[in-house]
């Protein structure tokens, strides 16, 4: 199986607060699961990435959460900002630029 | 560094009818891709390019569909015949080397609707 599950499909936080989105894959080849952030009328930037042998990965507010065995990863943005609010894509790497995206979690922050 | 450029940003064509998307990636990536990103899902990989030779096209509607990258650098995607549920974001992106090819670089996207 190559879909990567994400959940949920929207999320609304108030500012300072902590937003987590989950992914579920099946397919144990993939050897890379990156995150990307999209902005209205503008491509997705990756924002953070972590491989499969590493439980953990922080950069700044931005926090991977690995589990392998379950087969699930998380992202957790701290003190959430109104700046945060954008649609938040997990994918999987097959290698070789392969990404398969799940299908995004829109995110609002309020003041 | 220029980003990823893209062109046109915005497309209104009729069912039945062909339009091509231009994009010219970053400065030395050799990898480029096409993604289609339909409302509310996650980009889908259309085309992969290596260089100027194409690296997977097993997505590509290849009846409707063409891509080519000609010389390496820009590329260009075609629909022809349009449908209706071609209306989508096709989005452009780019890599530099395989090691790190989960990291792509995107372009704005061109927005087509079909009707």
């Known amino acids: 199986q190559q879909q990567v599950k994400q959940s949920p499909q929207s999320l609304i936080v108030q500012k300072g607060g902590i937003s987590i989105i989950n992914c579920a894959y099946e397919?144990?080849?993939?050897?890379?699961f990156p995150w990307y952030q999209q902005f209205p009328g503008k491509g997705p930037a990756l924002l953070i990435a972590?491989?499969?042998?590493?439980s953990e990965k922080k950069e700044g507010r931005f926090t991977i959460s690995f589990n392998k065995s379950a087969k699930q990863f998380s992202l957790h943005i701290m003190d959430s900002q109104p700046g945060d609010s954008a649609t938040y894509f997990c994918?999987?790497?097959?290698?070789?630029?392969?990404?398969?995206f799940g299908t995004g979690t829109r995110l609002q922050v309020f003041p | 560094e220029a980003g990823v450029a893209q062109s046109p940003r915005y497309k209104i064509i009729e069912k039945r009818q062909s339009v091509a998307f231009w994009c010219n990636p970053i400065?030395?990536?050799?990898?480029l891709y096409w993604y289609q990103q339909i409302l509310g899902q996650g980009p889908k990989l259309l085309i992969q390019?290596?260089?100027?030779?194409?690296?997977?096209d097993s997505q590509l509607p290849k009846d409707r569909f063409s891509a080519e990258r000609l010389k390496g650098v820009d590329s260009t995607l075609k629909i022809q015949p349009a449908k209706l549920e071609d209306s989508a974001v096709y989005l452009c992106?780019?890599?530099?080397?395989?090691?790190?090819?989960?990291?792509?670089?995107f372009g704005p996207g061109t927005r087509l609707t079909v009707t």
């Open positions: 992106a780019s890599s530099l080397v395989a090691a790190t090819a989960y990291e792509q670089y």
């Open positions: 397919n144990t080849a993939f050897d890379y």
């Open positions: 972590i491989r499969p042998d590493v």
């Open positions: 994918a999987a790497s097959l290698g070789a630029g392969k990404l398969i």
């Open positions: 400065s030395g990536h050799a990898t």
């Open positions: 390019f290596q260089n100027n030779g194409v690296v997977d």
